[in-house]
């Protein structure tokens, strides 16, 4: 059964990782999706061609989520090219600059900051009128367990995600009446390119303090985003979903 047949989908950050797997399974359920990258352009056109082969509208757009006036443009450009209808937004681009405070410079605080908070304003704001003129949508926040719990080390970017989710909250709050509904997924430990690079022993060791007792997938995250995407979770807003193994339990 698909569940987002001819909806149209806008995901930030999809060219890898996560949002790339939401791309591929989100069009495997019949869903457009007009998707962000912020410079691999290769792998971008790559997926709008791989998706665009499945039988679904898909399309890859340049745009830095951080910036306000960027995100205005991406919304319209959107619009003109998907027959003006945005049925889900995915807020899911997002970056690390890890280092202890004592060691964090004021750059790399801003940047985070920026890149995986201001974005989810920047894009909210320049969807929602066209949600509201709708009246439907779901919006979907990819926060992370670091914003449920801090951690370490990460103290810009456990702030972002920590203001994520009292962003969707304050959204599901706000546009509830308009029946927008809007959640956050907070993932554990995911397994993409990036952990590719770690130490193997170190990534073991994750895996095995985990309850299920492995890393997640892209897939994992992607299971969880179809349902706030879709009409199953008609009847949920305001939630944060941790999609982490039992990490946190
Ligand atoms: P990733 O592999 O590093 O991919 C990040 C994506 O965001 C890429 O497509 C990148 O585009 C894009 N991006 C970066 N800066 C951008 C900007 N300014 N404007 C637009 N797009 C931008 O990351 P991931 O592991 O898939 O993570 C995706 C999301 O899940 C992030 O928000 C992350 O914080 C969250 N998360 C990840 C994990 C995990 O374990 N992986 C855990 C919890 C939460 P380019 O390819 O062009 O750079």
């Not at 890859?60 to 003006?84: M, P, R, W």
Request: glycine share 10%; hydrophobic share 40%.
């Amino acid at each position: 059964m698909k569940l987002l047949e001819g909806k149209n989908v806008i995901i930030t950050g999809a060219s890898r990782g996560i949002g790339m797997g939401i791309a591929q399974v989100f069009a495997d359920h019949g869903a457009n999706v007009a998707f962000t990258y912020s410079s691999s352009e290769a792998p971008a056109l790559q997926l709008e061609k791989e998706l665009n082969a499945k039988g679904v509208k898909a399309k890859a757009y340049k745009s830095n989520a951080a910036n306000f006036q960027e995100s205005e443009k991406l919304v319209t450009q959107v619009l003109e090219d998907f027959d003006g209808r945005i049925d889900v937004l995915i807020n899911n681009a997002g970056i690390t600059k890890d280092n202890l405070l004592m060691r964090m410079s004021e750059a790399d605080f801003d940047a985070v900051i920026d890149i995986n908070l201001k974005s989810v304003f920047n894009m909210t704001k320049a969807v929602q009128r066209t949600l509201l003129k709708q009246r439907s949508g779901s919006i979907i926040n990819m926060s992370s367990v670091v914003g449920v719990k801090g951690n370490a080390g990460q103290t810009n970017y456990a702030a972002s995600k920590a203001g994520m989710i009292g962003f969707t909250k304050s959204v599901a709050l706000e546009l509830g009446s308009r029946n927008i509904r809007c959640n956050a997924i907070a993932p554990g430990f995911i397994e993409t390119e990036m952990t590719e690079k770690l130490d193997e022993k170190t990534v073991q060791g994750w895996r095995d303090g985990i309850p299920l007792k492995r890393g997640g997938s892209p897939e994992d995250i992607a299971n969880a985003c179809l349902f706030f995407a879709s009409d199953l979770s008609g009847y949920v807003t305001g939630q944060v979903l941790n999609v982490d193994g039992g990490m946190l339990t």
